[in-house]
């Protein structure tokens, strides 16, 4: 229950203080440090990222949305395939996916000649691909939950009954 | 031009002064809004557009569009077990701020008593003197802001016509559970009172769930229960309230709200309707952040030594004040450190030596508000 809590506290904002978490919920801050702990020791909590708005720095990023199909044999599970893919540093997100295509696959680079290149040298020749469609993202508008344009302004009166 | 006597009895709300004190200052954190830091769930809102895309901007029946009403009667059946008939037995209303209004007019004659809990809501005074009726007070503040049968009995509401009341309460935060009510419920029938009863945070409830007092028995006959949009929805500016209660007391109600209202707004019905269908998730989110929210802040207060009670209900806490003066310290507060509170006497008397500390704010403006707060006192 505290684990759930916590979990969903952490997806909000992974950098709360854990003095901030013990405030919020019912427990004391060592359980709220204990439990975390558990957490990542379980490999519940894989990591910690920032949701960050390419637009606003100045370096170019790129970002393509690549399709999948592979071929399985009897030596090769989808696995096994993505053991080979989700080693490279590229690759940033990598899932099995129901549809048209088996994986659905997101690269970074710094260009999209990089992009590029990583997919047709090291992603395309994998024996069991049989095919890749690259979709290189123009522009993003929300990103794990979080909005790249924020239009709340609070216009509420400062005081009212 | 002359003004009317009714109005001139009235003095303006407390809550102005403090409002313009406010406004005056840059970089306030605002501990003193009375209505929720979210925007209406997108579904309500897109419903709300969809509806004037197509055209849907005439008046509806006096009494609201039967659809919603049905909405309503079913939502409340399976929230609280209140059975009303969509047909005769509930009003929609311009808020509940109309709703209380209207039924005040329509129930309570020149000349009457309305019990009122002290602290309570801006608006019930007034809306009871504009009745032409008077406002007796019931303190609260030795019960956890509950209302109690011994200071019913103390401020002599057993000759009361009515009382009225909001729980989950504000500016308290107080909520009245069953056996709580229980005894109040024997006190309006033995007194024969009837029962005016603002459920409008009955959604906004930590730990426990509401529990009306028109389910009690032998209540139902005596009482009418308000609830709205405005609060658990986020709807506060569309406008939205409704009004549950026996026949004739709707009748009652329907015949001033028909002539001083016509109807409430369409588009806001429209939104409401989409809000009950497909929009409790969204409640349940902003409840668990209210949630969150009420524990830290509560946390800050027990860390700082400031005594406040754990208020159950509603987006408010009710912390004493260091010192006994709420007004001055809400002022020092404002001058001093730019956070802005509603000092506890604007709500009534037995108010005073308390703040309202309104928790609808986002975390980091209530971090820092906290943090503030403990440099003003330290």
Not at chain 2, 130 to 154: C, I, M, N, Y
Not at chain 2, 279 to 302: A, G, H, I, K, P
Not at chain 2, 306 to 320: L, Q, T
């Amino acid at each position: 229950m505290s684990k759930r809590e916590l979990l969903e506290l952490l997806l909000e904002n992974a950098r709360y203080s854990t003095e901030d978490l013990a405030r919020m919920t019912d427990l004391d801050e060592t359980e709220v440090v204990s439990t975390i702990e558990s957490l990542e020791d379980e490999g519940i909590i894989r990591g910690y990222q920032a949701v960050v708005d390419w637009n606003e720095v100045d370096e170019e990023r790129v970002r393509a949305s690549v399709e999948l199909n592979v071929k399985l044999d009897r030596e090769t599970s989808y696995n096994d395939i993505s053991e080979r893919l989700a080693r490279f540093p590229e690759v940033k997100t990598l899932r099995l996916v129901s549809g048209d295509y088996d994986f659905e696959m997101v690269v970074e680079g710094e260009s999209m000649q990089e992009v590029s290149k990583f997919i047709s040298d090291k992603v395309a020749p994998v024996p069991e691909i049989t095919q890749t469609v690259t979709h290189y993202v123009m522009d993003t508008y929300k990103d794990r939950g979080i909005r790249m344009s924020e239009d709340d302004d609070d216009d509420r009166l400062s005081i009212s009954p | 031009m002359k003004i009317s006597e009714r109005v001139r009895k009235v003095p303006p709300s407390g809550i102005r002064r403090f409002f313009e004190l406010a406004e005056e200052m840059d970089d306030v954190i605002s501990l003193g809004v009375g209505e929720p830091d979210f925007s209406a769930p997108w579904g309500a809102r897109e419903a709300a557009i969809a509806s004037l895309e197509r055209g849907k901007t005439s008046y509806t029946a006096n009494r609201g569009k039967r659809e919603l009403r049905e909405g309503i009667a079913k939502h409340v059946d399976e929230r609280y077990g209140l059975t009303y008939d969509p047909d005769d037995e509930i009003i929609v209303t311009t808020g509940v701020s109309e709703g209380v209004d209207v039924a005040l007019r329509a129930l309570v004659d020149p000349g009457d008593t309305v019990a009122v809990p002290d602290p309570s809501y801006v608006s019930y005074g007034p809306g009871i003197t504009f009745a032409g009726a008077d406002p007796l007070p019931v303190k609260t503040s030795d019960h956890g802001f509950k209302l109690t049968v011994e200071e019913l009995q103390r401020a002599g509401a057993q000759h009361a016509d009515a009382m009225l009341f909001c729980y989950p309460n504000n500016p308290t935060g107080a909520i009245m559970t069953e056996a709580e009510l229980e005894p109040i419920a024997e006190f309006a029938r033995e007194n024969d009172l009837t029962v005016l009863s603002d459920e409008i945070y009955a959604d906004l409830t930590y730990g426990r769930e509401h529990t009306s007092i028109a389910t009690l028995p032998g209540m139902r006959e005596r009482t009418i229960v308000f609830n709205g949009f405005s609060k658990a929805y986020a709807m506060t500016g569309l406008r939205l309230g409704y009004a549950m209660g026996p026949p004739e007391a709707i009748e009652a109600m329907n015949r001033i709200h028909q002539y001083a209202m016509l109807s409430a707004p369409t588009t806001a019905q429209n939104a409401a309707l989409e809000a009950l269908e497909s929009c409790d998730d969204d409640v349940q989110r902003m409840v668990t952040q209210y949630n969150r929210r009420r524990n830290f802040v509560l946390s800050r207060f027990e860390e700082m030594g400031i005594d406040c009670f754990e208020a159950e209900g509603a987006f408010y806490v009710f912390p004493e004040v260091p010192g006994g003066d709420a007004e001055a310290f809400a002022e020092g507060l404002l001058e001093e450190q730019q956070v802005a509170a509603v000092p506890g006497d604007v709500f009534g008397e037995d108010g005073e030596g308390h703040l309202r500390v309104s928790y609808a704010t986002g975390l980091d403006d209530l971090k820092e508000a906290m943090r503030r707060i403990e440099s003003y006192i330290g």
